[in-house]
């Protein structure tokens, strides 16, 4: 398995985690339900990873359960903007090196302002992208939060 720059940014960090690949076909563009199916895990625990816009125009990072939909407007408040909006596919993967289905919130190109679902810390430990279709990372909420400093907030819903 190639090392992703997620990977490699836990190995550098000395943090604990695990590395699960999975068979990504079959996902219809829901690449977060179709990692949760794959590992068998709760859509409540793997967390996808979403760029939004600011108002303000800078790019931000914002983390929800796969089985969640992204409260804009709570992510907004987060940031101190009037608006939110979902960064467009392409200005996602040229700021973060990842391709849409596989962005990671750890090893981004530069480090963007995030926020993580308060729902994460009802865990012990959570899956994220690793950097590629197909392949996750399962880590320690607090290990996430620390790693990519994501504020903690109510941001999903449903």
Known sequence: MSRT??????????????????????????????????????????????????????????????????????????????????AEPRKAERATGYVVGGISPLGQKRRLPSVIDASALDFDELYVSAGRRGLEVALSPDDLIATTAAKVATIATG
């Open 5 to 86: 720059p997620a990977i490699t940014a836990l190995a550098r960090e000395g943090i604990a985690h695990r590395v699960i690949s999975f068979e990504a076909e079959g996902h219809a563009g829901d690449y977060g339900r179709a990692a949760a199916a794959a590992l068998d895990q709760s859509p409540a625990q793997v967390f996808k990873t979403l760029m939004v816009e600011l108002d303000d125009g800078r790019l931000a990072v914002a983390m929800v359960p796969v089985e969640g939909r992204l409260d804009l407007k709570a992510v907004a408040r987060v940031f101190s903007v009037r608006k939110a909006k979902m």
